[in-house]
């Protein structure tokens, strides 16, 4: 299983093995209030679970409709296969699979839209793409 991180307005894309149900995490400072959200997200059933949202902000927990005061507010919402977002005009965003982390403006400018999207993919498809990935990170093959 991997998870396809791409760049739907300007091709680039980047891939990530993921073992059933490991956690990823995707980290932005929230655009109205400018305050730290993490989204805590797993794979379950060929499916993208959002199963909690982080934030020490209470305004951000009003903004998406939090009724605790908890900084972990558990969602277990699933969000099929693929979710989109937008990347922010001067806010961070990073996505964090295992030990990586990556920050989405390395593929993308702002405004741009990536899909996330978790996909059951053959071995050697797999590591084609981290090959590619790998000359493209050490500027022996360009973006395209």
């Known amino acids: 299983m991997v998870l396809s991180v791409s760049n739907l ?3 680039c ?4 093995k993921i073992a059933p149900s490991e956690p990823f995490a995707m980290f932005y400072t929230h655009s109205i209030y400018d305050a730290p959200v993490a989204e805590i997200f797993e794979p379950r059933s060929g499916s993208i679970f959002l199963k ?7 305004a951000v927990s009003e903004y998406y409709g ?8 558990d969602i277990n919402a699933s969000l099929g296969p693929t979710f989109t977002v937008k990347v922010g005009m001067r806010q ?3 996505l964090a699979v295992g030990e990586k982390t990556i920050d989405l403006r390395t593929i993308a400018k702002q405004g741009d839209r990536i899909r996330v999207s978790l996909d059951a993919v053959a071995l050697p498809l797999y590591f084609l793409s981290s090959a590619i990935q ?11």
Request: proline share 6%; aromatic share 8%.
């Open 52 to 58: 909690s949202v982080k934030t020490d902000s209470l």
């Open 134 to 144: 790998y000359l493209k990170s050490h500027a022996l093959i360009t973006k395209g």
């Open 92 to 94: 961070e965003q990073r």
């Open 66 to 73: 939090f009724e605790g005061i908890e900084p972990i507010q």
């Open 13 to 16: 894309s980047l891939v990530f």
């Open 9 to 11: 307005d300007h091709p």
